[in-house]
């Protein structure tokens, strides 16, 4: 899932680093590019792609070099605080919300002014890069504030109440959550992979859940190639052996209801919760019709894949390719 230790210190994504992955070759089918939008469109509507050509051409040299081995490439694009100082002034003047003791300074992403242009910027990407064999997938990260998971925010008391003083309502946050896959409506043949959690919502001014959200976009979603939108991939960023018991065990059970009603149409991708990873979290993966798994990377005094035995990661991948279940141990 690459580094993305970047976006949370507002700074620019450096050249990705495949260093760690070289030692695994036949372990893994791709990697994740991760950018933030402050990077890729420091004016409005002046798009840069530098910085992200740059590791595409990273990546394309690292193939030449491993042509049995090949990597495909999934974009992550940051909105949220990775987004530019003047698209966070757009509808009104930015806000300041606080999550976990750390203040971040955020546009009004609800308003129509700062979704046409997130929504500009997606177009603007597909254009570029749709046609480019190395991409195979886009994360969508429409809505997202506090990582690219659109579902994930803080609904604090603090922070609602800074949010409905600048305008923002649970509607508008909803209507932002239904109208994201319009915003990849340009990605004609790449794949748009997108992050399920179950929504929350704000009633007499407490965050309760409210599945049904969820449950609509994720319907939208599975039926997006059938009505002409992008192809679009479910997904959740909570993969564990613990995913159909826990939290986002509603997730994992919509994704298998999508599949039985239309067998063979709905796929899937996951990113591990943290970064430990086990045997029997991606073969529930693979039971729920997954292509394929993010693992963390070894950064920041863990160890990520790194602590997987190469030739388990090997299985893993190969597993995943073909659908094969597992035979896990322990």
Request: negative net charge; glycine residues 10%.
């Amino acid at each position: 899932m690459g580094v993305q230790s970047s976006y949370h210190q507002d700074a620019p994504f450096p050249t990705v680093d495949l260093s760690t992955i070289t030692p695994y070759a036949g372990a893994f089918g791709g990697i994740v590019v991760n950018e933030n939008w402050l990077q890729l469109e420091p004016s409005p509507g002046a798009e840069v792609w530098t910085d992200l050509d740059a590791s595409l051409a990273v990546v394309s040299q690292w193939n030449a070099s491993h042509p049995a081995t090949l990597l495909g490439v999934k974009l992550r694009i940051f909105g949220g605080y990775g987004a530019p100082s003047w698209a966070k002034s757009l509808g009104g003047a930015p806000i300041t919300i606080v999550t976990k003791g750390v203040s971040r300074m955020y546009g009004r992403w609800w308003t129509d002014s700062y979704r046409k242009a997130w929504s500009a910027l997606q177009h603007a990407l597909a254009a570029h890069y749709d046609s480019n064999p190395l991409v195979r997938a886009v994360s969508v990260g429409s809505c997202a504030t506090l990582t690219g998971e659109p579902f994930v925010g803080n609904l604090s008391p603090p922070a609602v109440q800074v949010m409905e003083d600048a305008g923002w309502t649970p509607q508008a946050q909803q209507n932002c959550l239904e109208g994201a896959l319009a915003d990849y409506s340009g990605w004609v043949h790449t794949p748009v992979d997108f992050a399920f959690n179950p929504y929350r919502t704000i009633v007499d001014g407490h965050a309760v859940l409210d599945q049904a959200v969820t449950n609509g976009v994720m319907t939208s979603c599975a039926d997006s190639r059938r009505k002409g939108g992008p192809d679009c991939v479910l997904g959740n960023n909570a993969l564990s052996d613990a995913s159909t018991s826990g939290g986002p065990a509603a997730i994992y059970a919509q994704i298998n209801s999508l599949w039985q009603s239309t067998p063979g149409h709905v796929s899937a991708y996951f990113q591990t919760v943290g970064a430990g990873v086990d045997c029997t979290a991606i073969d529930i993966a693979i039971a729920h019709h997954a292509t394929g798994v993010e693992l963390w990377p070894p950064n920041f005094g863990y160890q990520g894949f790194a602590a997987v035995p190469t030739a388990d990661l090997e299985a893993w991948n190969s597993a995943l390719r073909t659908g094969h279940p597992l035979t896990c141990s322990g």
